[in-house]
């Protein structure tokens, strides 16, 4: 049986704080920002910008704050790059490896036939997301599922954005020896005084790679910092600068990959070049490191938007493109405006509605499905005891309240085995349990309605594919 693990968020010594003037900016620019965000309807949850290392503003929606976890999705992918660095630096591993070499073992045990393609690709492929496969699959198990995806073109010749491609990189240092999540703690974040992060795993054990990693605002600060520094930090190179010049500028054409300015200007390996000289990592639903050397900043975001690069154009048009390289005179009433501002920041959260109706008992005791996802439900006084999807959670009548439940994966044969944070409230609506579960680290936000005669509909408000409104 799996353990479960207890993380506690520390990101080490806080980066330095300054005035937005300090670096160059007005604090207007930075309401600006935040007004552009709420009017294009981006739900930020966090940002940090930063300035040679120095943070001059920085934003954390309620209930997120600076030591919340949260999974970051594809940003994942540039750690992932980073530690690959590494163990080349080491002598781990060569980029120019060949797959099929790595994973001998898995290809004779499936039976696998290697064909030309194939036996030409390499980690440097990957990275580069050019494997030559015409889409992304993912199966039982993820390596053999790789190795017998048929390819279009040779490696190497086409862009083609592929998360598997950044799993077998984790899985090629797995096969070495190397746990991609203590390898990048013992190299990357113990010298930086951070701990607590965590990554998804395969069935295998394996770190998902391409996504799954929980950080915390001020670590994806930090690692922008250190890029800004070529891999420097307090001294020590934690990163080859060698293989930081080749993974954050452009290694291969993507302009036929999208319409988007800023996902057509060049991909590294696992970075994304942006058309102002900025390069950044990202993830699905707006998680941002973007760097711009030529003004040594570094904007970090964690959010839930359904168009990133609204997102940048806001960060860019009214903060970035308009920062000065000397400081601006001292404008303590703007700062204090800002600062307001800042404080009040919240995400728009739905509590549950409540009529003061009685308990409806005769919904409780019961097995719920819908889709792959169970429910049960068991009162305890006028709490519920509610065991959704094999975690247990204590659910209290009335607004939102802060819990501890088990962490899941939510993907194709991913498992974890933490304890993690979540919101709960549950009220009554016309004899209907109405239910509240928001499971703030892997942004999940579940309404689910249990109506009297039993029917069960629930939807989650982080599903972009199928947007429906915080209220009724």
């Given at each position: 049986m799996?353990a479960?693990?207890s993380?506690?968020p520390?990101?080490?010594t806080?980066?330095?704080?300054i005035?937005p003037?300090?670096?160059?900016?007005e604090?207007?620019?930075i309401?600006?920002?935040v007004?552009?965000?709420?009017?294009k309807?981006?739900?930020?949850?966090s940002?940090?910008l930063?300035?040679e290392?120095k943070v001059?503003a920085?934003?954390?929606?309620?209930?997120?704050?600076?030591?919340?976890?949260?999974?970051v999705?594809?940003?994942?992918?540039?750690?992932?790059?980073?530690?690959?660095?590494?163990?080349?630096?080491?002598?781990i591993?060569?980029l120019d490896?060949?797959?099929?070499?790595?994973?001998?073992?898995?290809v004779?045990a499936a039976?696998?036939?290697p064909?030309?393609?194939?036996r030409?690709l390499t980690?440097?492929?990957c990275?580069?997301?050019?494997?030559?496969?015409?889409?992304?699959k993912?199966?039982v198990?993820?390596?053999?599922t790789?190795l017998?995806n048929?390819?279009?073109?040779?490696?190497?010749?086409?862009?083609?954005?592929?998360?598997?491609?950044?799993y077998?990189?984790?899985?090629?240092?797995?096969k070495?020896g190397v746990?991609?999540?203590?390898?990048?703690?013992?190299k990357?974040?113990d010298p930086m005084?951070?701990?607590?992060?965590?990554?998804?795993?395969c069935?295998?054990?394996?770190c998902?790679g391409?996504?799954?990693?929980?950080?915390l605002p001020?670590?994806?600060?930090?690692?922008?910092?250190l890029?800004?520094?070529d891999?420097?930090?307090?001294g020590?190179?934690?990163?080859?600068?060698?293989?930081l010049?080749?993974?954050?500028t452009?290694?291969i054409?993507n302009?036929?990959?999208?319409?988007?300015?800023?996902?057509?200007a060049?991909?590294?390996?696992?970075?994304?070049?942006?058309?102002?000289?900025?390069?950044?990592?990202?993830?699905m639903?707006?998680q941002?490191?973007v760097?711009?050397?030529?003004?040594k900043a570094?904007?970090a975001v964690?959010?839930?938007v359904d168009?990133?690069?609204?997102?940048?154009?806001?960060?860019?048009?009214n903060?970035l493109?308009?920062?000065?390289?000397?400081p601006?005179?001292?404008?303590e009433?703007?700062?204090q405006?800002?600062?307001?501002?800042l404080a009040?920041?919240?995400?728009p959260v739905?509590?549950p509605?409540?009529d003061?109706g009685a308990?409806?008992l005769?919904?409780?005791?019961k097995?719920?499905?819908?889709g792959?996802?169970?429910l049960?439900?068991?009162a305890?006084g006028q709490?519920?005891?509610?065991?959704?999807?094999g975690?247990?959670?204590?659910?209290?009548?009335?607004?939102?309240q802060?819990?501890?439940?088990?962490?899941?994966?939510?993907?194709?044969?991913?498992v974890?085995?933490?304890?993690?944070?979540?919101?709960?409230g549950?009220?009554?609506?016309?004899?209907?349990?109405v239910?509240?579960?928001?499971f703030i680290e892997?942004?999940?936000?579940?309404?689910?309605?249990?109506?009297?005669d039993?029917?069960l509909?629930?939807?989650n408000?982080?599903?972009?594919?199928?947007?429906?409104p915080?209220?009724?």
């Amino acid at each position: 049986m799996q353990a479960i693990r207890s993380f506690v968020p520390d990101f080490g010594t806080p980066l330095p704080r300054i005035r937005p003037e300090e670096a160059g900016v007005e604090a207007k620019w930075i309401e600006e920002m935040v007004d552009g965000f709420a009017a294009k309807g981006l739900r930020i949850h966090s940002f940090l910008l930063v300035k040679e290392g120095k943070v001059y503003a920085e934003g954390y929606y309620a209930p997120y704050g600076p030591k919340q976890f949260q999974t970051v999705y594809s940003l994942s992918k540039s750690f992932t790059s980073a530690a690959m660095g590494i163990a080349q630096g080491e002598g781990i591993l060569n980029l120019d490896e060949k797959l099929v070499d790595i994973f001998a073992d898995e290809v004779k045990a499936a039976g696998i036939e290697p064909s030309e393609k194939m036996r030409a690709l390499t980690l440097r492929n990957c990275l580069r997301m050019s494997t030559g496969q015409a889409e992304e699959k993912r199966g039982v198990d993820f390596i053999t599922t790789f190795l017998c995806n048929e390819q279009k073109e040779m490696p190497g010749e086409v862009f083609r954005y592929n998360t598997m491609a950044t799993y077998m990189c984790s899985a090629a240092l797995w096969k070495k020896g190397v746990d991609l999540e203590k390898y990048l703690q013992e190299k990357l974040f113990d010298p930086m005084g951070i701990h607590g992060l965590h990554w998804l795993r395969c069935s295998r054990g394996i770190c998902t790679g391409g996504y799954g990693l929980s950080l915390l605002p001020e670590v994806i600060a930090k690692f922008g910092t250190l890029l800004l520094q070529d891999g420097q930090w307090e001294g020590k190179q934690l990163i080859p600068k060698e293989y930081l010049d080749l993974a954050t500028t452009k290694q291969i054409d993507n302009a036929a990959s999208s319409d988007n300015k800023d996902w057509k200007a060049g991909y590294g390996y696992q970075f994304w070049m942006c058309q102002n000289g900025s390069f950044r990592g990202d993830g699905m639903y707006g998680q941002l490191c973007v760097v711009n050397r030529q003004k040594k900043a570094v904007a970090a975001v964690t959010a839930f938007v359904d168009d990133i690069q609204a997102e940048l154009d806001v960060y860019f048009d009214n903060v970035l493109s308009r920062m000065q390289p000397a400081p601006l005179p001292k404008d303590e009433a703007a700062d204090q405006c800002l600062l307001a501002k800042l404080a009040a920041l919240k995400a728009p959260v739905e509590q549950p509605f409540d009529d003061g109706g009685a308990l409806p008992l005769g919904l409780l005791d019961k097995e719920y499905h819908q889709g792959a996802h169970s429910l049960r439900l068991r009162a305890d006084g006028q709490a519920l005891l509610a065991t959704l999807d094999g975690r247990e959670l204590r659910v209290e009548r009335g607004p939102l309240q802060e819990t501890q439940c088990l962490a899941t994966g939510g993907l194709l044969n991913v498992v974890s085995g933490w304890k993690t944070n979540a919101y709960t409230g549950y009220g009554v609506r016309d004899g209907a349990l109405v239910l509240r579960l928001l499971f703030i680290e892997e942004m999940t936000d579940l309404r689910i309605v249990i109506h009297p005669d039993g029917r069960l509909e629930s939807y989650n408000v982080y599903d972009i594919n199928n947007p429906k409104p915080l209220a009724d």
